[in-house]
């Protein structure tokens, strides 16, 4: 694998669990309510 596509990789990964954590916590937020 390229230094590229290591790098493109890991910000797929990085990004998909943001995403994660970030609907995580807007469930929680709704559940509260």
Do not use: D, E
């Not at 790098?7 to 807007?26: D, E, K, Q, T």
């Amino acid at each position: 694998m390229t230094p590229f596509g290591a790098f493109l990789w890991s910000m797929f990964v990085v990004l998909v669990l943001g995403a994660g954590v970030v609907y995580a916590i807007y469930r929680q937020k709704r559940n509260r309510q």
